[in-house]
C-alpha cells in the first residue's frame, strides 16, 4: 500500500487539482445561456481554455476550429496525466488515450471516401500532434481505403484492419471495418486492465467497464433497431465482458428481448425508455445520455474512498471528456443558432443540474 | 568570446523587381538572420500579391512528392552541394517535372506492389490448404459436401470464442486446422437448412472463407503443388520488377536529388518573400545582421540591387526592450562545453556567454573528484575514441568526446597530483596530497574553492545587471550587489569567530550583514521603487512582512547550501580512493595477487569504476555547474541565430 500511496502522491494531487478546475454545472448553465456564438466564445476565454482559444486568430475561429482547439487542452491533459501516473499504469492510460486514434482513424477513412481534402479534415481530427502513429494526411491523400490501410503497416491497427479489408472490398462499407476497429480496441483496453495489480484493476473495471456497458448496449440496440441484424451478428458485434451487464444480458438483447425491460432491470434508475425506444432516431441519443450520466456518477465516486489506484486519473479523463461533449454541443448549437430546449437534453452537466432541480 | 556576437538591426526597402535577387543574395550569404515583416503590408498590397504563402506550400508540397518518390526508389538525401542558390524554379515548370517522374516511379512500384499483394493471396491460400494435404478428396467436394454446408477460412483468433456463442442455438462442428499468433485457419460445417445463420455468423465474426480461382481444381495436395509454382514465377516476376526500379534509381537518381534541391531553395525564397513586409512599389526586408559581416553585406547587396536602400540599427548590448539573435563565438576548442550551456540555457544577447568559464571549471571540479591517472587517462582516449566518430555504434554521442578528454586530462592531472595509478597509491608519489590521509584538509578545500567560484558568480551577476542597466538588480538582488557584500560578511564573521584572529571586532562584519540583509530583505520592494512601479507593496501588510522574511530566510539558506554543497568534491575525491581500495579487497578475495583472476577482478573494478564513479561524478559536476553556479549571474532565455540558408548554418 505504501508503494500505492508514493507512486500515486504527485498524480493524485495534480488530478485533483485539474478535477477543481472543471466547469460546474453552472458554468455551463450560464454559456448555455449566451445569445450567441461570439458570446459563448467570450465566455470561453474567461475559463481554463483561454489560451488555447488564444492561439488562433479570431477570424479563424470557426466552430470546428474552436472545438480543435478546446481539444487540444485536453490532449495536453492526457499526455500530463500519462506522464505523471506511476509507470504501471502508463500502458493502460496510453491505450485508454488511443480511443481517439481510432477515432481520427475512422474519420480519416469516411474522409477518404466522401473524398475531403485535408484543411477540412484536419480540424475533425483530435489534435494528437506528434503523439499520434496514424500518417493521417499521407492515408487521406493515398486516395483510396485500400492504399490507406497499406500506409498503417507496422501499426497495431493493421492486422485487424487489412483482414477486415474483405469485407470492405465485398460490401463496399466502411461499416465492417469501424466494427472491427472498436472490437479489437475495446478488447485490447479490456487485456490491459487485466495486466494491473488488484486494486488498479477492481477501480479500473469500474470505470472501464462502465464505459463499456454503455458501449455494449448501445451498440447491441442500434444494430438491432437501425441495422436489423441478426442474432448471430449482433452477438459478434459485441463484447462479452464489462460491469454491470453481463454477456447473457448482450445475447438476450440480440435474441429480442425486450430492451426497456432489460435496461430498467440492469439500470433501474433510467427515466421513460420506453417512450425514448419508441421514437429512437430521437431517443437513443438521449438514452446515450442517460447512460453516460451513470459512467459520469462512477466517476465522481472515484474521487471518495481510497483514491491511490488508477482510477482517479481515470475518472477525471472522462470527466474532462464529457465536458468538451458539453462544450463541443454548446458550440454547435450556438453557432447554428439551435433553440435551447432543443439542446438543453444534450448537456451532460446541464442535464444533471435540471435533475437536480 | 564572453559575450554572444554583437548584432546590427538591418532595414532593407528593395524595389519590387529586385526582390527575388536580393532574396537570393540572402540566403546565398547565409548570414541574415530574417525578422518577420509582414505585418508592415497593408491589406491593399497583400490582397493583389500576397500570394508568396501559397506558392510556399505548393513548393512544400511539391517537395514531399518527390521525398516520397526518392523513398519508393530506396534514395538517400545526399549533402546541398557547396554551390550558389539557383533561380526559383516557376510553380508549373516544378509540377510538370514533378508529375513526370512520379508517374515513371508509380507504374513500376505499383506493378510491384500488385504482384507482392497477389504474392501474399497465393501464400495465404497455401496456408489455408496445407493442413488439408492428406484428404484424397477434391476441393469441390469438400467445399460442398452433399448433407453439409462448410466454411473453410481464416478468422482472428479472439473472434472465435465469440463465434461459438453466436451459434450456440443451431448444432455445429468447428475445427481449428491450424493456429498461428494472431489468426487461425478453421472449418466450419453445420446443416444445409442452417447455411444462412452459418454464412451470416462467419462473416461477422470475420471470418475470411477461402477463395481459390477456377484454375485451381483436384485434390488439396494438387492445388497446393499448383499454388507452389505460381508462388514461384510470381517471385520471379518480383524479382524482375525490383530490377527495374534498381535500375530507375540508379538512372534518376541525380535528376531527383537536383529537383529536390531546386524544390527546396525554390520553397525557401517563397517562404522568405512571404515574410516580407510589401508596399506599393517596394518590399521591406528587416532582420539581424553580425556587425562584424556588415561590411559585405552591404557591399553584396548593392552589387545585385542599384536602388537597394539599407538603413542599419547598431544595437548597443544592455537594451532589454528587443529579442536579438544570439550568436556564440567560442574556439571550436569549446564546442563541447558550448552545447552544455545550450543544454541549460541560451544566453541573451546582453549577457555574458559562460561557456568559457564552464570550460575551466567543469574540467577541474570532475579531475579533482575523480583524481586518477590510469582511469583519467583511459576516460580521456575513451573520449577520443567517441570524437574520432570511428565507432559506428557510438556515433551519437560524438559531441560528448571532447568534453570526455578534457574531464579525462583533468582527472589524470589531479591524479599525479593526489599520486593515484588505477587506484593504486603506492607507485606513483603524491605530488600535493593523499585525499584519504587529509580528509578534513581537503573538505576545507573544496568548501573553500565553492566560496571563490560562488563569488565569481556573484560578481559576474552584478556585472550582467550592470550591462542590462537594471540598477534595482544591481544593488538589491540577493544575487546583486547587497547580495554579494551579505555573503562575504557572513563569511568574515564565520570566519573572525570561529578560524582566524582578526585584526578588528568580528561585530563589524555582524553590523555589515545586517544592513545587507535588511537590503536584500526590502530587494524587491527597493526594485519597484527604482523602477517607479507602484504600489510599493504587493498584497497585504501582513502577507508582504511574512514573505520579505521568508525572502531573507530562503537566501541566507541557499548562501550555505550552496557553500556547504562544493564539499562534495573533496568527499568525491575521498570517495574515490575508498571504492578503489574495496575493488581490491575483493580481489584479494577471489584470488591470491599473484593469480590471473586477482588482475581480472582488478581490471573490471576499474572499468566499473571509470564507468559507474564517472557517470556520477559528471552528474554531480553538472549539479554544481547548472544549480550553485550559474543561478547567481546566468539567466538565458535568448534567442537562436537561424540566418536564412538553404543548409542551415544556425548555432547548435
Request: net charge negative; aromatic share 10%; hydrophobic share 45%.
Amino acid at each position: 500500500m505504501s508503494s500505492g500511496v508514493s507512486g500515486y502522491a504527485a498524480i493524485n494531487t495534480r488530478v485533483r487539482a485539474k478535477y477543481a478546475s472543471l466547469l460546474t454545472p453552472q458554468d455551463i448553465a450560464a454559456m448555455s445561456e449566451a445569445s450567441d456564438y461570439p458570446t459563448l466564445i467570450d465566455h470561453l476565454r474567461h475559463s481554463r481554455y483561454s489560451d488555447y482559444l488564444a492561439m488562433v486568430q479570431e477570424a479563424d475561429l470557426s466552430p470546428r476550429r474552436a472545438v480543435f482547439q478546446i481539444k487540444t487542452l485536453m490532449a495536453d491533459t492526457y499526455v500530463s496525466v500519462i506522464q505523471a501516473s506511476p509507470a504501471h499504469t502508463r500502458d493502460l492510460l496510453d491505450r485508454f488515450y488511443r480511443r481517439f486514434e481510432v477515432d481520427n482513424l475512422k474519420a480519416v477513412l469516411r474522409g477518404i471516401l466522401s473524398k475531403a481534402p485535408w484543411d477540412q479534415v484536419r480540424y475533425v481530427l483530435f489534435p494528437f500532434g506528434d503523439q499520434t502513429i496514424l500518417p493521417a494526411e499521407a492515408m487521406l491523400e493515398s486516395g483510396s481505403v485500400m492504399s490507406a490501410i497499406e500506409l498503417l503497416n507496422g501499426t497495431p491497427y493493421y492486422d485487424t484492419l487489412s483482414h477486415a479489408m474483405e469485407r470492405y472490398t465485398a460490401e463496399q462499407s466502411l461499416f465492417p471495418l469501424e466494427v472491427a476497429l472498436d472490437l479489437f480496441y475495446w478488447r485490447a483496453l479490456w487485456n490491459e486492465v487485466g495486466h494491473l495489480p488488484n486494486q488498479d484493476r477492481e477501480q479500473a473495471l469500474r470505470i472501464i467497464g462502465s464505459l463499456l456497458d454503455m458501449n455494449n448496449l448501445m451498440w447491441a440496440i442500434r444494430y438491432r433497431v437501425y441495422h436489423h441484424l441478426s442474432e448471430e451478428e449482433l452477438i459478434n458485434y459485441t463484447l462479452p465482458f464489462g460491469y454491470r451487464v453481463r454477456d447473457d444480458d448482450v445475447c438476450s438483447l440480440a435474441g429480442g428481448a425486450d430492451i426497456a425491460q432489460l435496461l430498467n432491470r440492469i439500470y433501474p434508475n433510467l427515466h421513460d425508455v420506453d417512450a425514448l425506444l419508441h421514437e429512437p432516431r430521437q431517443g437513443l441519443p438521449l438514452l446515450e445520455i442517460q447512460l453516460q450520466h451513470r459512467v459520469a456518477d462512477q466517476c465522481r465516486g472515484a474521487f471518495s474512498g481510497y483514491p491511490f489506484t488508477v482510477g482517479l486519473p481515470l475518472a477525471f479523463l472522462v470527466l474532462n471528456e464529457y465536458e468538451i461533449q458539453d462544450l463541443t454541443v454548446l458550440i454547435e448549437a450556438k453557432s447554428s443558432r439551435i433553440p435551447s430546449e432543443r439542446f438543453h437534453p444534450y448537456l451532460l452537466n446541464q442535464a444533471e443540474a435540471s435533475l437536480l432541480a | 568570446m564572453f559575450y554572444p556576437q554583437e548584432m546590427t538591426g538591418v532595414q532593407l526597402i528593395v524595389p519590387s523587381r529586385d526582390v527575388m535577387a536580393v532574396t537570393k543574395v540572402l540566403v546565398d550569404q547565409g548570414i541574415f538572420h530574417q525578422r518577420d515583416g509582414s505585418f508592415l503590408s497593408t491589406e491593399k498590397e497583400l490582397g493583389s500579391t500576397g500570394n508568396w504563402p501559397e506558392k510556399a506550400n505548393a513548393y512544400a508540397g511539391l517537395e514531399r512528392r518527390i521525398y516520397n518518390v526518392m523513398r519508393q526508389l530506396s534514395l538517400e538525401e545526399e549533402q546541398l552541394p557547396e554551390a550558389k542558390v539557383s533561380s526559383a524554379l516557376e510553380l508549373d515548370e516544378a509540377r510538370q517535372a514533378v508529375d513526370q517522374v512520379e508517374q515513371e516511379v508509380k507504374q513500376a512500384s505499383d506493378k510491384l506492389a500488385a504482384e507482392q499483394k497477389r504474392l501474399e493471396q497465393l501464400e495465404n491460400s497455401l496456408k489455408q490448404l496445407e493442413p488439408l494435404a492428406g484428404i484424397e478428396l477434391p476441393m469441390g467436394t469438400l467445399r460442398n459436401p452433399h448433407f453439409l454446408y462448410s466454411i473453410l477460412g481464416v478468422i482472428p483468433n479472439p473472434n472465435i470464442d465469440r463465434l461459438q456463442t453466436s451459434l450456440e442455438r443451431i448444432p455445429f462442428v468447428f475445427l481449428r486446422l491450424r493456429q498461428d499468433e494472431k489468426e487461425s485457419v478453421v472449418w466450419l460445417a453445420g446443416m444445409k437448412r442452417n447455411a444462412d445463420v452459418l454464412d451470416r455468423a462467419a462473416r461477422s465474426a470475420y471470418l475470411n472463407p477461402l477463395v481459390l480461382p477456377e484454375v485451381y481444381q483436384g485434390t488439396p495436395s494438387e492445388i497446393i503443388a499448383f499454388l507452389m509454382i505460381d508462388i514461384a514465377h510470381t517471385q520471379e516476376h518480383i524479382n524482375e520488377l525490383k530490377a527495374t526500379i534498381d535500375r530507375l534509381s540508379k538512372d534518376r537518381k541525380d535528376q531527383l536529388q537536383s529537383l529536390l534541391w531546386t524544390l527546396r531553395t525554390s520553397r525557401m525564397l517563397a517562404d522568405a518573400v512571404a515574410r516580407f513586409g510589401q508596399l506599393q512599389y517596394t518590399f521591406l526586408i528587416v532582420g539581424w545582421v553580425p556587425t562584424a559581416r556588415l561590411e559585405e553585406f552591404n557591399t553584396v547587396l548593392k552589387q545585385v540591387s542599384k536602388y537597394v536602400i539599407i538603413e542599419t540599427f547598431p544595437f548597443k548590448r544592455g537594451r532589454t526592450d528587443l529579442n536579438v539573435p544570439v550568436s556564440l563565438k567560442n574556439p571550436r576548442i569549446m564546442q563541447p562545453f558550448e552545447i552544455l550551456v545550450n543544454t541549460y540555457a541560451r544566453p541573451r544577447y546582453e549577457e555574458i556567454d559562460p561557456t568559457f568559464l564552464l570550460a575551466i571549471t567543469f574540467p577541474l571540479l570532475f579531475g579533482a573528484m575523480f583524481g586518477d591517472v590510469g582511469q583519467g587517462l583511459t576516460l580521456a582516449l575513451f573520449g577520443a575514441l567517441l570524437a574520432s566518430r570511428k565507432v559506428r555504434l557510438l556515433h551519437g554521442l560524438a559531441s560528448l568526446g571532447g568534453l570526455i578528454i578534457a574531464c579525462g586530462l583533468s582527472a589524470t592531472l589531479f591524479g599525479f597530483l593526489y599520486g593515484s595509478l588505477f587506484g593504486v597509491e603506492t607507485i606513483l608519489p603524491a605530488l600535493w596530497m593523499r585525499p584519504m590521509n587529509n580528509i578534513l584538509l581537503i573538505l576545507g578545500i573544496a568548501i573553500g574553492a565553492g566560496v571563490f567560484l560562488l563569488s565569481v558568480g556573484f560578481i559576474l551577476g552584478i556585472i550582467n545587471s550592470w550591462v542590462a542597466k537594471d540598477w534595482g538588480k544591481f544593488f538589491f538582488d540577493p544575487h546583486g550587489l547587497s547580495g554579494l557584500v551579505l555573503y562575504w560578511s557572513l563569511l568574515g564573521l564565520a570566519a573572525g569567530l570561529f578560524l582566524v584572529k582578526l585584526p578588528f571586532p568580528p561585530i563589524i562584519f555582524g553590523g555589515i550583514a545586517v544592513i545587507s540583509g535588511i537590503i536584500v530583505m526590502f530587494s524587491e520592494t527597493l526594485n519597484r521603487l527604482v523602477k517607479g512601479y507602484k504600489p510599493l507593496i504587493v498584497g497585504g501588510t501582513g502577507t508582504f512582512a511574512i514573505q520579505t522574511f521568508f525572502e531573507l530566510f530562503e537566501s541566507l539558506l541557499s548562501y550555505l547550501s550552496n557553500s556547504l554543497s562544493y564539499v562534495r568534491v573533496g568527499a568525491f575525491a575521498v570517495a574515490h580512493v575508498g571504492l578503489s581500495a574495496v575493488v581490491f579487497i575483493l580481489a584479494a578475495l577471489v584470488s591470491s595477487p599473484a593469480g590471473p583472476i586477482y588482475w581480472v577482478v582488478v581490471a573490471a573494478g576499474n572499468l566499473f569504476i571509470i564507468g559507474f564513479e564517472g557517470l556520477i561524478v559528471g552528474i554531480q559536476t553538472m549539479r554544481l555547474e547548472y544549480y550553485e553556479f550559474f543561478t547567481k549571474f546566468f539567466s538565458g532565455g535568448g534567442m537562436r541565430y537561424e540566418p536564412l540558408a538553404v543548409r542551415p548554418k544556425m548555432d547548435k
